[in-house]
């Protein structure tokens, strides 16, 4: 199971409001960073990054296959004050930033299960039955 960041979701919203995060790039750094202990703060994130997280988790693999085969796109802030032209990830980089990913949506989905009405669940196009 991959380590998760250290950044925290309260961090992830800030740079959000600040603007140094769009919604795309706060929704999938927030997943990644997602801890057991934080999941539930999940439902109090400002309505654009709740509706993004819910079309995320709807649309995330479901089978070790669909995540074995998944292309996952992550957005990258890079600063170019320095004047340094930005590197694009390795492999393993984007290997550990897949498992994170896949950890946080399994996160977010078994909390999703135990604690939020059946409706909810089937609504969101999540099919606990297809999970490996």
Same mark, same amino acid.
């Given at each position: 199971?991959?380590?998760?960041?250290?950044?925290?979701?309260?961090?992830?919203?800030?740079?959000?409001?600040?603007?140094?995060?769009?919604?795309? %790039?706060?929704?999938?750094?927030?997943?990644?960073?997602?801890? @057991? %202990?934080?999941?539930?703060?999940?439902?109090?994130?400002?309505?654009?990054?709740?509706?993004?997280?819910?079309?995320?988790?709807?649309?995330?693999?479901?089978?070790?296959?669909?995540?074995?085969?998944?292309?996952?796109?992550?957005?990258?802030?890079?600063?170019?004050?320095?004047?340094?032209? @930005?590197?694009? @990830?390795?492999?393993?980089?984007?290997?550990?930033?897949?498992?994170?990913?896949?950890?946080?949506?399994?996160?977010?989905?078994?909390?999703?299960?135990?604690?939020? @009405?059946?409706?909810?669940?089937?609504?969101?196009?999540?099919?606990?039955?297809?999970?490996?």
């Amino acid at each position: 199971m991959a380590q998760r960041q250290s950044q925290s979701i309260e961090a992830i919203i800030e740079r959000y409001e600040e603007g140094l995060y769009a919604n795309a %790039e706060a929704t999938f750094a927030i997943i990644q960073s997602v801890t @057991p %202990e934080s999941v539930a703060s999940l439902f109090q994130l400002p309505p654009p990054l709740g509706e993004r997280l819910n079309e995320r988790i709807a649309t995330a693999p479901n089978t070790d296959s669909e995540w074995a085969n998944a292309n996952l796109r992550s957005a990258y802030i890079r600063s170019n004050i320095s004047g340094e032209k @930005p590197s694009l @990830p390795s492999d393993a980089a984007l290997a550990i930033q897949k498992e994170r990913y896949r950890v946080g949506i399994e996160l977010i989905r078994s909390y999703c299960e135990e604690h939020l @009405p059946v409706w909810y669940i089937r609504a969101s196009g999540y099919n606990a039955d297809a999970s490996n």
